[in-house]
């Protein structure tokens, strides 16, 4: 079992930044990727942003340029730099992480943004 543990989530205003961090600890070995989904209310669950271990990382169109995901092995952890914030960012933001075949979530951070 992997459990995640995500922070950093709050209320910004439009414009403003907010830094995710999630930390993977248990059975850690072999986590392909981690990365960052959320999900407003109403819609579904979407891809924010996924590292691999190997491989490229994948941003969603509709943060790229804005968000910056980055991974520290080291310690487990996976960070979500998010400028530029703005209110259709506003969701639950659950950290993800891949060890085939199985997906691990986190509970959840809120990110509100203001207008």
């Known amino acids: 079992q992997v459990q995640l543990v995500e922070s950093g989530g709050g209320l910004v205003q439009a414009g403003g930044s907010l830094r995710l961090s999630c930390t993977a600890s248990?059975?850690?070995?072999?986590?392909?990727?981690m990365g960052w989904y959320r999900q407003a209310p109403g819609k579904q669950r979407e891809l924010v942003a996924v590292t691999p271990t190997v491989g490229t990382t994948n941003y969603a169109d509709a943060v790229k340029g804005r968000f910056t995901i980055s991974r520290d092995n080291a310690k487990n952890t996976v960070f979500l730099q998010m400028n530029s914030l703005k209110p259709e960012d506003t969701a639950a933001y659950y950290c993800?992480?891949?060890?085939?075949?199985?997906?691990?979530w986190g509970q959840g951070t809120q990110v509100t943004v203001s207008s």
């Open positions: 993800y992480a891949r060890q085939s075949p199985k997906i691990y």
């Open positions: 248990g059975s850690i070995s072999s986590l392909s990727a």
